[in-house]
């Protein structure tokens, strides 16, 4: 995975180390930061520098409160105005008109309007109870007709029949009245998209609408367009009047910036995001979380999973052999343990993840303050030798042990009372391991994802 923003944040921080303000002088290098972080998720030039002007007018004069540093403050502006620019709230579906709601699926070619017109149907069939049906008015690839008779099966919704040789409206037209007369809820008409936008598409769609009218009309767009999705999104804005968006193939690995290049240039919400190819592969887009996933931090769902299957469960593994195998929980274990938790992208921010009422639960001071412990306990052990590490009974029960803390707190800087509390700490850790036969934090992160 590319660097991250904090990464690329966290160099410049030490210079500025002391600033109380983010200020027009110390602002430069970051947003510099920002900027290229944006670029790297494939935000398209034009809204960056957009952006960038919002943040830094958001971000000069904030103050550099307790243990936070200003690239810190830059990162969490930057963080709520993404958020904020790509969406405020959830917002689902509309269907508040006269039945049958009409839909209308607009997009390029290969966009996945054809996939997405059927999760769509299952997801209204499924948590809005309604009777829903299908019809494709793409008469220039048969295959698309086909495609969407399938998808639409694979859905339960029902599909309605066109041939190539009708006109787009025609068959909305037929199907509109078929609808009616069978008492359907909904109807999702699938559009024909072309490789690169053109004239003669446009004007189709565009008759296809004022002949509709329809309550909700998609633009569905793929992630990994990247930077074509802003000419794209200016084409089809300028056609249709778009009431929503859909962000598709969010499971690759792109860092779906397509998402705030598309949000700001079409003013329409991003209601859902594909993250499969599979018929269930549909989510309500969550702006909150995919703001993590522009600046690289993540999101606690890719880490419960990354954490339980990926590099870090082989870590955990290993050290539940180490801990069955009678080799002991040490410092260097403990500190892992603490960087595990900062890859993670800290405390506050892991909770931020977590539903409301788990986070409020758990309070934001006390999650500061966590956060805070965290770094000092960094501090204190990178100020230990390796040996002591390795063996805490040097420092637990040795009889240098207070020399020894002397030493370590004048290092880091702290007091000799926060080495004792870190060793307290420790020990605590160590029992708990013992008594879950390692892997803590392993089987602390299932506990959180089921
Ligand atoms: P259309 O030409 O716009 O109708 O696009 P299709 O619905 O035919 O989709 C094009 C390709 O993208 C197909 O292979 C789909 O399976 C795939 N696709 C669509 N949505 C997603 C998604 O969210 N994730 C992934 N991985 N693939 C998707």
């Known amino acids: 995975m590319a660097t991250t923003l904090t990464d690329r944040l966290s160099h410049l921080v030490k210079t500025m180390r002391g600033q109380a303000r983010i200020t027009e002088t110390n602002v430069q290098d970051m947003l510099r930061e920002v900027r290229m972080a944006l670029l790297e998720a494939d935000v398209a030039l034009p809204v960056v520098r957009d952006f960038i002007a919002r943040v830094k007018e958001k971000?000069?004069?904030?103050?550099?409160?307790?243990?936070?540093?200003?690239?810190?403050?830059?990162?969490?502006?930057?963080?709520?105005?993404?958020?904020?620019?790509?969406?405020?709230?959830?917002?689902?579906?509309?269907?508040?008109?006269?039945?049958?709601?009409?839909?209308?699926?607009?997009?390029?070619?290969?966009?996945?309007?054809?996939?997405?017109?059927?999760?769509?149907?299952?997801?209204?069939?499924?948590?809005?109870?309604?009777?829903?049906?299908?019809?494709?008015?793409?008469?220039?690839?048969?295959?698309?007709?086909?495609?969407?008779?399938?998808?639409?099966?694979?859905?339960?919704?029902?599909?309605?029949?066109?041939?190539?040789?009708?006109?787009?409206?025609?068959?909305?037209?037929?199907?509109?009245?078929?609808?009616?007369?069978?008492?359907?809820?909904?109807?999702?008409?699938?559009?024909?998209?072309?490789?690169?936008?053109?004239?003669?598409?446009?004007?189709?769609?565009?008759?296809?609408?004022?002949?509709?009218?329809?309550?909700?009309?998609?633009?569905?767009?793929?992630?990994?367009?990247?930077?074509?999705?802003?000419?794209?999104?200016?084409?089809?804005?300028?056609?249709?009047?778009?009431?929503?968006?859909?962000?598709?193939?969010?499971?690759?690995?792109?860092?779906?910036?397509?998402?705030?290049?598309?949000?700001?240039?079409?003013?329409?919400?991003?209601?859902?995001?594909?993250?499969?190819?599979?018929?269930?592969?549909?989510?309500?887009?969550?702006?909150?979380?995919?703001?993590?996933?522009?600046?690289?931090?993540?999101?606690?769902?890719?880490?419960?999973?990354e954490v339980t299957k990926g590099v870090d469960m082989a870590a955990a593994t290993k050290m539940a052999e180490k801990l069955k195998s009678g080799g002991g929980f040490d410092l260097n274990d403990f500190l892992s343990q603490i960087s595990q938790m900062k890859k993670m992208g800290g405390l506050s921010s892991l909770m931020d993840k977590l539903p409301a009422q788990m986070a409020a639960k758990a309070g934001q001071g006390d999650m500061d303050k966590a956060e805070k412990d965290m770094r000092r306990m960094e501090g204190i052990l990178s100020a230990m030798t390796a040996k002591e590490r390795r063996q805490p009974a040097l420092l637990l029960e040795g009889k240098s042990k207070a020399s020894r803390k002397r030493r370590i707190a004048a290092g880091a800087g702290v007091q000799i009372q926060d080495v004792n509390r870190m060793l307290t700490q420790f020990e605590q850790m160590r029992d708990m391991m013992k008594k879950m036969q390692g892997g803590g934090l392993m089987k602390m992160m299932k506990k959180m994802g089921g």
Request: aromatic share 4%; charged share 25%.
């Open 59 to 305: 971000a000069l004069g904030q103050e550099v409160v307790g243990s936070l540093n200003p690239g810190q403050v830059l990162v969490s502006v930057v963080h709520k105005e993404l958020a904020a620019t790509m969406g405020e709230g959830i917002s689902d579906i509309n269907l508040a008109a006269q039945p049958p709601a009409i839909i209308l699926m607009a997009g390029l070619q290969g966009a996945g309007k054809t996939t997405t017109t059927a999760k769509l149907a299952k997801h209204l069939i499924e948590k809005r109870k309604k009777k829903v049906l299908t019809v494709s008015a793409d008469v220039y690839r048969p295959a698309a007709i086909e495609q969407l008779k399938t998808v639409t099966k694979q859905a339960g919704a029902e599909w309605f029949p066109s041939e190539p040789n009708q006109k787009p409206k025609d068959i909305a037209l037929a199907a509109l009245d078929w609808a009616r007369r069978h008492y359907f809820d909904v109807l999702l008409v699938d559009t024909a998209g072309r490789l690169a936008i053109d004239e003669a598409l446009m004007a189709e769609i565009r008759e296809l609408h004022a002949t509709l009218n329809p309550v909700e009309t998609l633009f569905v767009v793929d992630a990994m367009q990247g930077q074509d999705a802003i000419n794209t999104a200016k084409a089809f804005k300028e056609a249709l009047p778009l009431t929503g968006i859909v962000l598709t193939k969010l499971d690759g690995d792109s860092r779906g910036g397509a998402a705030l290049s598309v949000r700001q240039i079409t003013g329409a919400p991003i209601k859902f995001a594909g993250v499969s190819e599979k018929i269930d592969g549909l989510e309500v887009f969550d702006a909150e979380r995919h703001a993590g996933r522009v600046l690289g931090m993540g999101d606690i769902v890719a880490l419960v999973e």
